[in-house]
């Protein structure tokens, strides 16, 4: 079936330093959803990017659609420790159903 | 506002048991999604329906049932539970039927499968 590949799938970064994880698909999408799943909790929409090569900012995180739009990626500049949790991509191919990709758990080092 | 509530929240059951989870979406809301999310991994979807009708099916057993109800309100039923249905069932509403939209997740309903 249709997959989304998402690295790394496990991030340890020492507090005030960056963080990037990246989605990719083999096959181009018409739009990509990024959502936030802290510890014990659901998962929370962050954003949804439609257009090829769009660029969207939310304070310090930084989402990116790939110019084919088969990749995108979410960087968080000067993690803090309310950044924690386990950060998933996701499409809707064919607009039938939701797939997630596998998730980057990131954890912050005091 | 009230977000997307799920019951119970956790539940223990046996293998070979039935189960029946619950889901209100956000008032207005006429789109409901489930999702088996197993520990360590993303969630996978299970069922979308939209106006009472089914629009979107995951690749899960017959085991696996849902409806939707007047109110816009869902179950989710699974027969003959396994071991292996132990995972956090997730519910989502949106406001329409395409997934192309944000999806607002309720907390969950945790199912241990002994």
């Known amino acids: 079936g249709q997959q989304v590949m998402q690295i790394p799938q496990y991030q340890h970064v020492q507090e005030g330093e960056d963080f990037t994880t990246y989605c990719n698909s083999s096959?181009?999408?018409?739009?990509i959803q990024w959502y936030k799943q802290r510890p014990g909790g659901h998962p929370v929409f962050l954003i949804q990017?439609?257009?090829?090569?769009e660029v969207k900012k939310q304070k310090r995180l930084t989402f990116q659609f790939g110019e084919a739009k088969k990749n995108s990626s979410l960087h968080i500049t000067a993690t803090q420790t309310t950044d924690v949790g386990t950060y998933f991509c996701?499409?809707?191919?064919?607009?039938?159903?939701?797939?997630f990709g596998t998730g980057t758990r990131l954890t912050i080092i005091p | 506002d009230a977000g997307v509530t799920q019951s119970p929240t956790h539940l223990i059951k046996t293998r070979g048991q039935h189960v029946t989870l619950r889901c209100s979406p956000i008032?207005?809301?006429?789109?409901v999604s489930w999702y088996q999310q197993v520990l360590g991994q993303g969630p996978q979807f299970i069922f979308q329906?939209?106006?009472?009708?089914?629009?979107g099916r995951g690749n899960f057993p017959d085991r696996f049932s849902a409806r939707q109800f007047p109110n816009y309100s869902s179950e989710l039923n699974v027969n003959a539970l396994l071991l292996g249905d132990s995972a956090l069932y997730l519910c989502?509403?949106?406001?329409?039927?395409?997934?192309?939209?944000?999806?607002?997740f309720g907390p969950g309903t945790r199912l241990t499968v002994l």
């Open positions: 989502a509403s949106s406001l329409t039927g395409g997934l192309d939209g944000e999806q607002f």
């Open positions: 096959t181009t999408l018409s739009n």
């Open positions: 990017l439609v257009k090829s090569g």
């Open positions: 996701a499409v809707s191919f064919g607009n039938e159903k939701l797939t």
């Open positions: 008032s207005g809301h006429k789109s």
């Open positions: 329906y939209y106006e009472k009708e089914e629009r």
